[in-house]
T-cell receptor, first 115, second 113 residues
Framework: DAGITQSPRYKITETGRQVTLMCHQTWSHSYMFWYRQDLGHGLRLIYYSAAADITDKGEVPDGYVVSRSKTENFPLTLESATRSQTSVYFC??????????????FGDGTRLSIL | AQKVTQAQTEISVVEKEDVTLDCVYETRDTTYYLFWYKQPPSGELVFLIRRNSFDEQNEISGRYSWNFQKSTSSFNFTITASQVVDSAVYFCALAIGTDKLIFGTGTRLQVFP
């Protein structure tokens, strides 16, 4: 089925570990995004990508690394996880950038707990 | 400063009541886009509507309607005859330029039978 898929749906890990969250979309959208959702903050942008091999920082990029070697994939890596990175992570994609009327389509989210 | 404010943290209504979710935004840009998303208890984010800054027409889609008023920088969302399935967190978002999509903190709507 066409859409945007995140994996895993749930992940528990320990502080200091590296963890990678996967995101795959089948629409061939140019833009992909990673957000984190925390109580009281709504959704905050971590990183985004305008195309393969083009990435840029969002509002809260510290502690995260992204790559986009293929248009359809946009993995997010926490190089050394900290408890403050416990959150729900959403991947999204859209045909055009923010300043357009194209909505972003979201994955189902990954609930990450760091102990 | 660019900002989206959803002052209502949580709203509870009884089924069949009408309910309005408020969204107030701040921007100095003249071109921008506004969105509403729904996040049901299952957790996914569902796109509901978009509106650009040059189109102040209100929109109705079934039981949902949106009132965009540039004069008050508001983009309010009304659900008529609410149903239990409308229970969710609703997010308003503002898109500006090429590098910003700003979400409000969300309003949790609980509809009781």
């Amino acid at each position: 089925d066409a859409g945007i898929t995140q994996s895993p749906r749930y992940k528990i890990t320990e502080t200091g570990r590296q963890v990678t969250l996967m995101c795959h979309q089948t629409w061939s959208h140019s833009y992909m995004f990673w957000y984190r959702q925390d109580l009281g903050h709504g959704l905050r942008l971590i990183y985004y990508s305008a195309a393969a091999d083009i990435t840029d920082k969002g509002e809260v990029p510290d502690g995260y690394v992204v790559s986009r070697s293929k248009t359809e994939n946009f993995p997010l890596t926490l190089e050394s996880a900290t408890r403050s990175q416990t959150s729900v992570y959403f991947c999204a994609s859209s045909e055009l950038a923010f300043g357009s009327n194209q909505p972003q389509h979201f994955g189902d989210g990954t609930r990450l707990s760091i102990l | 400063a660019q900002k989206v404010t959803q002052a209502q943290t949580e709203i509870s209504v009884v089924e069949k009541e009408d309910v309005t979710l408020d969204c107030v935004y701040e921007t100095r840009d003249t071109t921008y886009y506004l969105f509403w998303y729904k996040q049901p208890p299952s957790g996914e984010l569902v796109f509901l509507i978009r509106r650009n800054s040059f189109d102040e027409q209100n929109e109705i889609s079934g039981r949902y309607s949106w009132n965009f008023q540039k004069s008050t920088s508001s983009f309010n969302f009304t659900i008529t005859a609410s149903q239990v399935v409308d229970s969710a967190v609703y997010f308003c978002a503002l898109a500006i330029g090429t590098d910003k999509l700003i979400f409000g903190t969300g309003t949790r709507l609980q509809v009781f039978p």
